[in-house]
């Protein structure tokens, strides 16, 4: 319709450029319309036999028609560069990768392409153009014809691939690529520096899309967020993302795996809408690197039950974190705390007590040295502690240097701080004016808050669902252990939570409004979390002396407090599971003993392959980061890889970190396997191309010319007979009569 | 009318769970009193720790201290007194009053209060129950001091008890080096610490010739190594406390049995 109306294809229109042919000035026949239109409007007021309005209406439709006629005077044109006929190559991707071979409706996809390919439009593109065709998937290769292909490639790369087009357009006039694909890229979209230059080269991609935008019953897992690392024995947390269509109400299992070993269920009802978030916490297990499988069990009847589970690595790390904890007046609380870390393996406890006015005593020390001065006085002591926790300790015991170092402990050494409530705790000991109160996820009262009444400590939706609260693994289970805690033997009152802080308890005292118990923040590369109470070792007292509920809370809590403390040397890769994929960027953050950043410093990392060798790469400094040292490392094989990154400088030895990553084949194309419209569509228009659907896929061949790469004529397409512009004058003069016939001035 | 019978309920039950909200405050025991100290005005004070005196059963070996039994052996003067020595000595935050653990009517309530003292052992004469408490209670994190008992006779009295609550543990005599004896004071050179009889009988020893020669500091360990009951046998701290303002009792007695009460609280609560 719109081609009969306009003459040309709205490709034209989009594409090109309106210009007038007659080589009149343009200033003429803008001066023209207005001479007529005055001329008009004269004419109609010398004699008003019409009110004003009805007047107006006339003369508007009068000077519509002049000005369109002289317009035409002037010639009107689109100027457009168009590929020269058997000049230019079109190069023709077709995707054969594994998604490509789901039958949606009967056939498989890649045999839809072939059909639409073979059937109209490469005939067409024959007749103008060199074609050129590839298959791709990884990379694009080369192929003859596009008949009986297979859809047995891993991976889908469509930035890859068109990359390898691009660098062809030199060699060869390309005018236009033509990508027939589901869109299932596997890296996650084109990256922007092979659209820049694919702008540069003024390529457009055109992109012909097959397969439902979403199966009808299917079930996804879209991602799992867990954690890189994780000492011995720790509970884990993943953040489910699921998405499904057709299940919407129904109750699948939530579960984890490792080496099909299920180490973790969790029944979880599917909610209407199309994607909702879920938690499953697991155990990690001893030492080494870990691979989860998680997901949810196939439902029946789902067209896709290979994207229902993913793979995470967690290393980990049979390190002992040490926790420097100081306490300044002897307290039950102090004890427990110490006795429910006792079986830990991963936690050692270090701690100062202030026994009397002027004693203190330590315990867990490694000699008789260790913080024989008391608290630290210098970064670069209190820094080699990985976590540190302030007891009852008036503000005004440490030294403003002192303070500033244990704001600095959390904020530029991303250790843990943890602040205990007591008589010389909070606001009590008079941290408000202090740089500790600025680290702290809650607000201090500006009055003493502390009191040692018994009250009950209730979790939050944030508790429920957090790793830290975690007793029993079922989350009802879990929710009901605490409604039958002990109570606590003390509490401060505490002030609002901060933006970003997370309350996972709150204190509720018969009669008195809740107020946050435990909260925990990120601050600075570090973690700050207040507990406020000195009173929880009544929940080691007051239940049977084999509950595990008191030392587990505890354990759990300090592994969140230091399980993320780096080292100096800290090595880490956003991809630590390569689906079909093989390159590992490595980035290695490199600090000193007071954690302060380091230049020109020579770092290194050494990767044991899965065939048992080794691998050497050289990390660079990151030039937008300071500090940073960046690398790339290409798996060839699948597998799990270690990485070993040591840093020197001038033979000073800075640190080392390992760092685990697994390369997995056949997977990437389970994931996504419907249709990924919005990445054709968002190619196709920052390239200057077109989107098409199988179906009208034959409007390609006559739209395809439109291009500015390859060899190229402008061609100037006279608009002055399009049937539209006859239309509008039939229109115009018709509309005029017909109302003067019914104003009765005919 | 339904109306206010519901409130009524949801007051008293708000007092109810107010009233079970709180531990055992501070309470005299007028009638049993050994030697009666005046009660501070801060009596009933919130604090960190306090004297906790059990009140255990003498039962069959209640001797000359009759139906009331030994447990108030120079109480409550011998706890308040101990109680300003660990104020003013120490950072703990302690209350002026002494409370009484009823291991015979409250017995539950010894978890809120995780160090306890028990005076003249040798006369006590525990149930099956309170043994099974008393052995809970120290495997949960509880510290027991047992003091002033003295002899063969009354080290038997008290093991005939101590071994119902731990028949698969020995007693044996602390080390010089074990931590009890250093957390705030260095207590390797003790003496034996004698009651107020040594200033008319001027022997230092109670029962001499039947086992009291010797003091010992003994004590039953937990499976991490940590003292759970520690025993001042053939000596009497409870004396040294209750007569640290006589000025014939001697101060190195004194002074000794305040160090030792305070490293035994101190440890008690720090390991």
């Known amino acids: 319709m719109f081609e009969f109306l306009f003459k040309y294809p709205l490709a034209i229109f989009q594409k090109g450029k309106f210009v007038l042919l007659s080589g009149w000035p343009v200033w003429l026949l803008l001066v023209l319309i207005a001479v007529a239109g005055g001329a008009l409007f004269w004419n109609i007021r010398r004699r008003p036999v019409l009110s004003s309005m009805r007047s107006t209406a006339i003369w508007l439709a009068q000077t519509a028609l002049i000005a369109l006629v002289l317009l035409l005077l002037w010639h009107p044109a689109i100027s457009v560069a168009r590929l020269r006929p058997q000049e230019n190559v079109v190069a023709v991707l077709l995707d054969h990768s594994r998604s490509m071979g789901i039958a949606d409706t009967g056939t498989p996809r890649l045999r839809n392409a072939e059909e639409v390919l073979n059937g109209q439009l490469l005939p067409e593109l024959n007749k103008r153009f060199q074609v050129r065709m590839y298959e791709f998937g990884r990379d694009a290769v080369r192929i003859d014809q596009a008949r009986n292909l297979v859809a047995d490639d891993n991976a889908t790369r469509i930035g890859d691939s068109l990359k390898h087009i691009a660098s062809e357009a030199g060699t060869m006039p390309l005018g236009a690529i033509v990508v027939m694909s589901d869109g299932g890229d596997n890296t996650g979209g084109v990256d922007r520096d092979t659209i820049e230059q694919l702008r540069q080269l003024r390529i457009p991609v055109h992109t012909i899309g097959f397969g439902p935008d979403h199966f009808a019953k299917d079930i996804e897992i879209v991602d799992v967020a867990a954690p890189a690392r994780a000492l011995v024995q720790s509970r884990l947390s993943a953040r489910v993302a699921i998405r499904q269509h057709g299940y919407a109400g129904q109750t699948v299992k939530l579960i984890v795996r490792e080496n099909d070993h299920p180490l973790a269920e969790q029944a979880i009802v599917l909610k209407p809408d199309a994607e909702q978030s879920e938690t499953v916490v697991f155990n990690a297990g001893a030492a080494g690197a870990h691979s989860f499988q998680i997901g949810v069990v196939p439902m029946p009847g789902e067209q896709n039950d290979r994207n229902n589970s993913v793979v995470r690595l967690v290393s980990v790390v049979p390190k002992k974190m040490r926790i420097l904890y100081m306490e300044g007046e002897p307290r039950w609380e102090y004890k427990f705390i110490r006795r429910a870390l006792e079986d830990d393996q991963s936690i050692e406890i270090v701690t100062i007590l202030r026994t009397t006015q002027n004693k203190i005593y330590r315990q867990g020390t490694r000699d008789e040295h260790e913080l024989e001065n008391g608290f630290p006085a210098k970064a670069e002591e209190l820094f080699k502690y990985d976590g540190l926790i302030i007891g009852s300790v008036e503000a005004n015991y440490f030294s403003p240097e002192q303070q500033n170092m244990i704001r600095d402990f959390a904020d530029k050494r991303g250790g843990g701080v943890l602040f205990l409530a007591g008589r010389f705790a909070l606001s009590d000991g008079g941290y408000e004016k202090t740089p500790m109160a600025e680290m702290m996820p809650l607000r201090l009262a500006k009055e003493k808050t502390w009191s040692r009444d018994f009250a009950t400590a209730s979790l939050t939706d944030a508790g429920r669902e957090s790793v830290i609260c975690r007793i029993e693994e079922d989350r009802t289970q879990n929710a009901a252990r605490w409604q039958k805690m002990p109570q606590i033997a003390n509490y401060a009152v505490m002030g609002a939570p901060k933006p970003g802080a997370v309350v996972l308890m709150n204190v509720a005292e018969a009669g008195h409004r809740p107020s946050p118990l435990l909260a925990i923040q990120n601050y600075g590369h570090g973690r700050v979390g207040v507990f406020a109470t000195a009173g929880s070792w009544r929940w080691k007292m007051l239940q049977d002396h084999t509950d595990k509920t008191h030392s587990m809370f505890w354990s759990q809590l300090l592994r969140w407090l230091v399980t993320e403390t780096p080292g100096p040397v800290q090595a880490s890769t956003p991809r630590q599971v390569l689906s079909d994929d093989t390159r590992v960027p490595l980035r290695v953050s490199v600090r000193d003993k007071n954690y302060d950043i380091v230049s020109g410093a020579t770092v290194q990392t050494m990767v044991s392959r899965p065939d048992g060798g080794s691998d050497t790469v050289d990390l660079k400094p990151d030039p937008l980061e300071p500090g940073m040292y960046i690398g790339e490392y290409t798996a060839d094989k699948p597998g799990t890889y270690v990485a070993e990154t040591s840093a020197h400088q001038d033979k000073t030895d800075l640190g080392s970190d390992a760092l685990t990553f697994r390369r997995e084949d056949g997977v990437a194309e389970n994931f996504g396997a419907a249709q990924n419209r919005d990445l054709l569509e968002k190619l196709s228009r920052d390239t200057g191309g077109n989107y098409y659907t199988s179906s009208n896929a034959r409007r390609l061949s006559g739209e395809v010319a439109i291009s500015e790469a390859g060899i190229t004529a402008h061609d100037n397409l006279d608009i002055w007979d399009m049937p539209i512009v006859f239309l509008l004058v039939i229109l115009i003069r018709g509309g005029e009569w017909l109302l003067r016939r019914k104003w009765g001035v005919v | ?271």
């Open chain 2, 1 to 271: 009318m339904r109306f206010r019978i519901a409130i009524l309920a949801v007051l008293l039950f708000c007092c109810f769970s107010a009233l079970l909200a709180f531990q055992a405050r501070f309470k005299e025991y007028s009638g049993e009193e050994d030697n009666p100290a005046p009660v501070p005005k801060d009596a009933f004070e919130l604090t960190e720790w306090t004297f906790a005196r059990l009140r255990y059963p003498s039962g069959r070996y209640a001797g000359y201290s009759g139906e009331r039994g030994s447990w108030p052996t120079d109480f409550p003067k011998a706890d308040r007194q101990f109680l300003q020595g660990v104020r003013r000595l120490t950072r703990i935050h302690t209350r002026s009053t002494e409370q009484v653990i009823d291991l015979i009517n409250d017995a539950q309530e010894i978890y809120n209060w995780p160090w306890t003292y028990a005076v003249e052992v040798g006369h006590w004469d525990l149930t099956d129950e309170q043994c099974m408490l008393l052995r809970e209670y120290l495997l949960r994190g509880g510290f027991l001091m047992v003091d002033d008992f003295h002899g063969t006779f009354e080290w038997d009295v008290f093991t005939q008890s101590m071994s119902r609550v731990f028949p698969d543990r020995a007693i044996v005599e602390i080390p010089d080096a074990d931590p009890i004896f250093h957390t705030v004071y260095d207590l390797e050179q003790r003496v034996q610490v004698p009651g107020l009889q040594y200033l008319y009988s001027h022997r230092i020893c109670e029962k001499c010739e039947n086992g009291g020669k010797e003091p010992h500091w003994r004590a039953i360990y937990d499976d991490d190594g940590r003292v759970m009951v520690a025993m001042c046998f053939n000596q009497d701290d409870g004396d040294a406390w209750e007569h640290a303002d006589n000025p014939q009792y001697e101060a190195k007695y004194t002074s000794q049995a305040y160090r030792l009460g305070i490293n035994y609280v101190i440890y008690a609560m720090t390991h």
